[in-house]
């Protein structure tokens, strides 16, 4: 079993930054992918960003690309997500989740692939 804590939501003004942590602990397989994904009122969960353990290179979503970067320290199964240029529309409850390796393009977006998630942090943009 794996647990998937986060932290560092909070609120915020717009244009401004806030990080986001996420750290694994468990059986944690050797080859991952860390995801962000977000829930804004009203709305349907949706991707923001991943990234693969032993690899450097980030996915996202169009409306965070350019403001939001994803990053990592395998070495404590943690990633990161830093959200600049925060705006109204930013305001969501950020879950991060972990899933196996998958190799088709686009895989880590597939919500219902991931198997451990966590308990979500709540990030407030005001205006």
């Keep these: 079993q794996v647990q998937v804590v986060e932290s560092g939501g909070g609120l915020v003004q717009a244009g401004g930054s806030l990080r986001l942590s996420c750290t694994a602990a468990g059986r944690i397989p050797s080859t991952y992918y860390m995801g962000w994904f ?3 009122p009203g709305k349907e969960r949706e991707f923001v960003a991943a ?4 690899y450097d290179n980030g996915y996202y979503a169009d409306s965070v690309k350019g ?3 994803i990053s990592k320290d395998d ?5 990161y997500l830093q959200m600049n240029s925060l705006k109204l529309e930013d305001t969501a409850v950020y879950y991060c989740a972990m899933r196996g390796y998958c190799s088709s393009y686009g895989c880590y977006e597939a919500q ?8 979500g942090t709540q990030v407030t943009v005001s205006s």
């Design 38 to 40: 977000r829930q804004g």
């Design 51 to 54: 990234i693969r353990r032993n």
């Design 67 to 69: 403001r939001f970067t």
């Design 75 to 79: 070495a404590k199964n943690t990633v």
């Design 112 to 119: 219902n692939a991931y198997d451990y998630w966590g308990q």
